[in-house]
């Protein structure tokens, strides 16, 4: 079942968000710490509230949190380069990894995307880490394409 996050879903989240971590970590160490996670419990909690930052979580029979995904809806409004857009900004899906290869994923971006249609979105976009080619082949078969390039050069 997927549904949207609250404050009994934090310690399942924490330990996904761990494994956020470990993943971006092995491949860009010289940027991300090692055994940490992005939001601490108090952090979650409030997150939780924003409803401009949508949270949702796949919860199995047993209620174990299994997958989250991390949204964020970006308005823009009367700019004065950029047309007028409502966005869902992906910040973050994870499965667990003892529970990959059931379709999670899938589920988790299907909903996400389907919640965005019908709030009223254009399109969704997410970043994905140069180095993580299992996360971008889910996306590209979930059917996203790239929309720009982030560069660097390491001094």
Same mark, same amino acid.
């Given at each position: 079942m997927i549904r949207k996050a609250n404050k009994n879903d934090i310690q399942g989240v924490v330990s996904l968000l761990y494994q956020v971590n470990a993943v971006h970590h092995e491949i860009r160490p010289d940027l991300f710490k090692g055994n940490t996670v992005k939001? %601490?419990? /108090?952090?979650?909690?409030?997150?939780?509230?924003?409803?401009s930052k949508p949270i949702f979580v796949y919860e199995d029979e047993g209620g174990n949190i299994l997958g989250h995904a991390f949204c964020q809806i970006i308005d =823009?409004? %009367?700019n004065q380069l950029l047309q007028d857009i409502r966005t869902l900004y992906i910040d &973050? =899906?994870? *499965?667990?990894k003892n529970?990959?290869?059931r379709h =999670?994923? !899938?589920?988790l971006y299907e909903h996400v995307r &389907?919640?965005? !249609?019908?709030? $009223?979105?254009? %399109?969704? #976009?997410l970043n994905v880490w140069e180095g %993580?080619?299992?996360?971008?082949?889910?996306? /590209?078969?979930? $059917?996203?394409? *790239? /929309?720009? #390039?982030?560069?660097? *050069? =390491?001094?």
């Open positions: 939001y %601490n419990a /108090q952090e979650l909690a409030e997150l939780f509230k924003d409803e =823009i409004r %009367n &973050d =899906i994870c *499965v667990d529970a990959r290869g =999670i994923g !899938k589920a &389907d919640f965005a !249609k019908s709030i $009223g979105c254009n %399109n969704m #976009t %993580n080619d299992s996360a971008l082949h889910f996306y /590209q078969s979930m $059917g996203m394409k *790239v /929309q720009k #390039t982030g560069m660097e *050069v =390491i001094l």
